[in-house]
């Protein structure tokens, strides 16, 4: 047993090799403060046939780490919670980039969480216990790997804050890497000063941060790596005769293929050229030739880029596609956004409710109530096939996850939960991007006065010292390039970024040109955003109406009544939902309709005994909000109640009652008198 302690920025890492799981390829137990994790790595020797990376992260907390019980009627840990499957992808997304082609062997790395303190950051502490294991596992290319979270308190920059820092924090940027090398950045930001040279100069301090990291873990873990694995990588056979072949007769027809708008159109169009070559061609076999087939596709699209600096669709390097945006067109819903942008087009609807509605996420620091929910969904149907519709997949819960950071800051003191759901109807290229921009429109068709926000998907295409940056990617771009970044914000601030990468790094100079090229696309598709919210009319009808007014000290339990008897009569009575906050002293009605809300409010004042009292003789000026046959009831100066203006104190003229006055006339009164607890008015 190898116990080996490493000081890190804010972090005292302790490394135990040969300790635990000893049996597995490669496994450290890993503690920092009372944080103890530990990671296994388990390498199955015989290779899949097929022509992927079968690589499986799993990250899993014990509930007994912080003294929990699993809740719900089976306790035991059951499905995994959001935050396990994102941790999970972020280990995935920043490993599997460095696995080398042909490297085809069934890979299980599992991380649990055994002991947690409360203080440390699970994130940045899972990668490196999983990358340290994998470390030394005895695979010979793997480098050493490091992660950095960078916060921002005030203005200055904060590496590897706690969780108790984090709250106070503008920005959470959390970078992952190999000595100068990139690997996977996400970020959210609310600050409002944070523009590209800020996140840059972020991304440069976790940067330098990674890269001594990443020394350390060279110097201290190498030396006691395990014996080499012989894994043979799968030899990638070429066929030069079928290429030529392809290249000389059948380049105009691949050219087509490639324009197809859906993934499935493109396949059956490369499927059917294949099967057309194999025909006239029976000397080769139908599986080389779809292998050189979709090796030409690839180069195909990559030199049409760094020759040309065409893409397959004829767009040139910077140009967005043709953009259409159409705002509540579901009349029941509360509000719905339809944003299409080429051939990718999301159904984004917000939905608000109570804070009864927030989702309570429960894990090893313990429960929080969600006011904002960003739900993604992805059906097979939106890239052409014939799938079921099953529970929400990791992507699904990516996508929406980074949907939600790049919208959060842009929502501010909002009485409601807010739900928004994005329905994927057509996919060709970053469908999260779209979503983004189809949820910031919906917030806005709801009544809220956000800022917009918008997002782009960038890649990137590189060859030696050739490179090309891409604007707005479509699906084949993204499958054949080399990244997918994408970034989100309003015309002059950064709410979220994402980036993958499928090379070995990413050289910073390129970063900063695409930051700086994704915020001119940015801000192109904000000034379509911005025309269609003219043009949006909100659904009144529908809309639900709350206030949250505060009531006596020791008054809430009035409210309540014995066994819940009074706010269940009151809920029933007017149709609608309160949420009591006694810490606070509050009560938030929700309603339907603003009349409900104000008779609903009404009767608690009187059970609390704070009914506003008037004065006979007071004048105002209010609002009318119902004309009857007997007179015109007006709202109250409080909004509170209303009052009427019986017929009998309206001089008479030969004009109906109804001609002489209408719903939302402004109208000059005073207080006549009060009859059983009523207000009544006369003109002033």
């Not at 490394?15 to 103890?36: F, H, P, R």
């Not at 009767?603 to 004065?615: D, E, R």
């Not at 119902?626 to 109640?641: I, R, S, T």
């Amino acid at each position: 047993m190898h116990s080996i302690d490493i000081t890190l920025e804010n972090l005292n890492e302790n490394y135990k090799l040969n300790y635990v799981a000893k049996q597995a390829c490669g496994s450290v137990l890993y503690q920092n403060g009372g944080t103890i994790i530990l990671a296994s790595v388990a390498i199955e020797k015989q290779r899949v046939q097929e022509d992927f990376l079968p690589l499986t992260v799993q990250y899993i907390q014990k509930a007994y780490a912080n003294r929990k019980i699993p809740g719900g009627f089976i306790k035991r840990e059951g499905k995994p919670s959001e935050f396990e499957i994102l941790t999970s992808r972020i280990i995935d997304r920043t490993l599997r980039p460095i696995f080398p082609k042909g490297y085809y062997y069934p890979t299980q790395i599992t991380i649990l969480v055994l002991s947690y303190d409360g203080i440390c950051d699970l994130q940045v502490c899972a990668l490196h216990a999983a990358a340290n294991a994998l470390l030394i596992s005895g695979l010979e290319f793997v480098p050493p790997i490091s992660s950095v979270r960078i916060g921002k308190i005030g203005d200055e920059f904060v590496i590897n804050p706690t969780k108790n820092d984090l709250k106070q924090s503008t920005l959470d940027l959390y970078v992952s890497g190999s000595y100068s090398d990139v690997l996977m950045i996400e970020m959210k930001g609310s600050d409002e000063n944070l523009d590209e040279e800020d996140l840059l100069k972020a991304i440069k301090i976790a940067q330098k941060t990674i890269a001594l990291d990443s020394q350390k873990f060279s110097d201290y873990l190498l030396p006691l790596k395990n014996p080499i694995l012989t894994l043979p990588l799968l030899d990638i056979q070429t066929y030069p005769e079928i290429y030529a072949l392809i290249q000389k007769q059948y380049d105009e027809q691949v050219q087509q293929a490639l324009l197809a708008m859906s993934k499935s159109e493109r396949s059956d169009g490369l499927n059917l050229i294949a099967l057309q070559i194999a025909t006239q061609n029976p000397q080769y076999d139908i599986a080389n030739i779809t292998d050189m087939l979709n090796l030409y596709k690839k180069h195909k699209v990559r030199s049409l880029i760094l020759k040309l600096h065409k893409r397959a669709d004829g767009r040139g390097l910077e140009d967005v596609r043709p953009i259409t945006i159409e705002t509540n067109i579901l009349p029941c819903a509360h509000s719905s956004a339809l944003f299409t942008r080429g051939q990718t087009q999301a159904l984004v609807v917000c939905t608000l409710g109570s804070d009864n509605d927030a989702q309570i996420q429960e894990d090893l620091s313990g429960s929080t109530k969600e006011k904002f929910m960003f739900h993604y969904n992805f059906p097979g149907f939106s890239v052409g096939e014939a799938s079921p519709i099953g529970s929400v997949g990791r992507r699904e819960l990516g996508h929406g996850n980074l949907a939600k950071r790049a919208l959060e800051s842009s929502i501010i003191d909002s009485p409601y939960t807010i739900r928004l759901v994005s329905e994927i109807l057509e996919s060709n290229g970053s469908s999260s991007m779209a979503s983004v921009c189809g949820g910031s429109l919906a917030l806005r068709a709801c009544g809220f006065y956000n800022e917009l926000v918008a997002g782009v998907a960038m890649g990137l295409v590189i060859e030696n010292d050739e490179y090309a940056i891409l604007t707005d990617i479509m699906g084949l771009e993204d499958h054949d390039g080399d990244m997918d970044f994408k970034v989100a914000g309003t015309r002059h601030n950064i709410t979220a970024m994402q980036m993958d990468i499928k090379l070995g790094g990413l050289d910073f100079d390129i970063l900063k040109e695409a930051l700086y090229q994704a915020k001119r696309a940015r801000i192109k598709i904000l000034d379509k955003m911005e025309e269609a919210s003219l043009e949006i009319v909100i659904n009144e009808n529908v809309l639900p109406k709350t206030e949250t007014f505060s009531v006596p000290n020791g008054k809430i339990v009035d409210i309540i009544g014995q066994g819940g008897k009074t706010i269940k009569e009151i809920i029933e009575k007017f149709g609608v939902s309160i949420d009591l906050n006694r810490e606070k002293s509050e009560v938030q009605i929700n309603a339907d309709s603003k009349e409900s809300l104000l008779e609903a409010k009404q009767y608690i004042l009187k059970i609390v005994g704070t009914q506003p009292q008037y004065k006979i003789g007071e004048v105002f000026e209010g609002v009318i909000k119902k004309v009857a046959d007997f007179g015109v009831f007006v709202e109250l100066p409080c909004g509170n109640a209303d009052g009427l203006l019986h017929i009998s104190r309206i001089p008479k003229t030969n004009e109906s009652i109804y001609t002489r006055f209408h719903e939302g006339q402004r109208l000059k009164c005073q207080i006549y008198g009060t009859f059983k607890g009523k207000i009544e008015l006369s003109l002033a």
